[in-house]
């Protein structure tokens, strides 16, 4: 991705509907506005030099237009250090932007939801007129009671659906995004009987609602269903009862980690599936070198962003902080930048549900992205392929929500 970015396009080239959607990928992405054709980005950006991070309680910015953001800073072990990356994104975010008129109101929750509902009120307080965050449910949760009453919107990062509602948009990555595609692309390949081993967990409870939903929308049928927990010896009656259906079936939907899933995988194997034979299912959290390197899941598909755009990400904030950024930190980049362009593009209705919600969506690091009036989001995903080398894109994501079936 180049460090020019020509932003904008003639507004006699795009319908009513897409030049609602503001386009934002980092640096290097196109934005079309519907009044006029304008350059976001600088056109000749500064050579990245290493940052300190930002202290907790800080501003970043000074435009005009006050945007809270409450992350997990000080938080405890891998919350913390989420919340501190998370944080480091969004200031990346306003520092590769051309001045965008949003000053960043920081604040630390700690991850304690008491904490993060004093955060809103105080940002409200002091302005704000949209909150970034929390990450945390419990968080999300009481910042969106807050945030109602004053009628301002939230986009926030947990995958729990439960708190989504109308105002309070996730900007996460769901995992109904994933079985949506990698259900469909199976579906257009002729696979139409399924079996899957799902872990006994709420990620499986969510996964394994979705699964069901989805096969039946794409008039598939479930053959053999199976519930897990993790632990060799627990896993061993419900992966033999699918390991004697799965000749019955096309395809085996395994969406579990890497921490589990290449055990889950050895263990069929050993019980007689042919996993040439039986296609492999998985979702985003088979995009780890251990499944690569599992040789009973070469060949398995799943469906996940395309991670070009993570990795030019990832090289930008390694030069900038001198560490690696964790998976999240696209997420409050992604929102930065998605609130600053509302602001550059849209107006005074620039935050209202009808521009949030806009079907056409936005465009972020990790590809394209929509918020529901419910809260909930839909991303396009590619499906990639498991190889000895990483994952080989075989169906690439969607350009539009058109064409994401």
């Not at 965008?100 to 008491?114: C, E």
């Not at 993790?230 to 000749?247: E, T, Y």
């Not at 398995?300 to 902080?321: L, V």
Request: aromatic share 8%; with cysteine; hydrophobic share 45%.
């Amino acid at each position: 991705m180049p460090p020019e970015a020509k932003i904008g396009k003639p507004a006699a080239m795009l319908s009513r509907r897409r030049s609602l959607a503001g386009l934002l990928a980092g640096v290097g992405t196109l934005l079309s506005a519907c009044s006029n054709v304008s350059h976001y980005f600088s056109s000749t950006p500064s050579s990245p030099t290493a940052q300190t991070p930002v202290a907790p309680g800080t501003t970043l910015g000074t435009g005009t237009v006050k945007v809270g953001l409450i992350l997990p800073l000080s938080a405890s072990g891998n919350a913390g250090f989420a919340g501190q990356a998370m944080r480091n994104a969004a200031a990346m975010a306003l520092a590769e932007f051309n001045s965008p008129n949003i000053q960043l109101l920081v604040k630390d929750d700690a991850g304690v939801p008491a904490t993060a509902r004093q955060a809103a009120e105080q940002v409200i307080a002091e302005g704000a007129q949209f909150i970034l965050g929390p990450l945390f449910a419990q968080s999300v949760a009481a910042v969106g009671q807050v945030a109602r009453t004053a009628n301002i919107p939230v986009i926030a990062f947990s995958t729990d659906t439960n708190v989504a509602s109308h105002g309070v948009y996730l900007l996460s990555f769901l995992p109904e995004s994933d079985v949506a595609r990698i259900v469909q692309y199976a579906a257009s390949t002729g696979k139409r009987s399924y079996a899957a081993l799902i872990p006994d967990n709420p990620y499986g409870t969510v996964v394994e609602a979705a699964f069901k939903q989805d096969a039946a929308r794409r008039r598939g049928r479930i053959i053999a269903l199976e519930r897990y927990p993790h632990g060799q010896a627990a896993m061993a009656k419900p992966v033999k009862n699918i390991a004697l259906a799965a000749p019955r079936a096309d395809a085996l939907f395994i969406p579990d980690g890497a921490d589990a899933v290449p055990g889950v995988a050895q263990m069929l194997v050993a019980d007689g599936v042919n996993t040439r034979k039986v296609q492999l299912l998985g979702t985003g959290l088979w995009d780890d070198p251990r499944v690569f390197g599992t040789r009973a899941l070469d060949g398995g598909w799943y469906a996940a962003p395309d991670s070009a755009g993570y990795r030019n990400f990832a090289a930008r904030y390694r030069a900038r902080y001198r560490q690696e950024p964790v998976r999240t930190a696209t997420l409050a980049y992604d929102a930065v930048a998605l609130v600053a362009a509302l602001v550059k593009t849209q107006g005074a209705r620039r935050f209202s549900p009808e521009v949030l919600t806009n079907p056409s969506g936005f465009s972020g690091i990790d590809g394209l992205f929509r918020f529901r009036p419910d809260g909930t989001n839909e991303r396009g995903l590619a499906v990639l392929r498991v190889t000895p080398s990483g994952g080989q894109i075989i169906s690439p994501a969607p350009k539009s929500f058109g064409a994401a079936g």
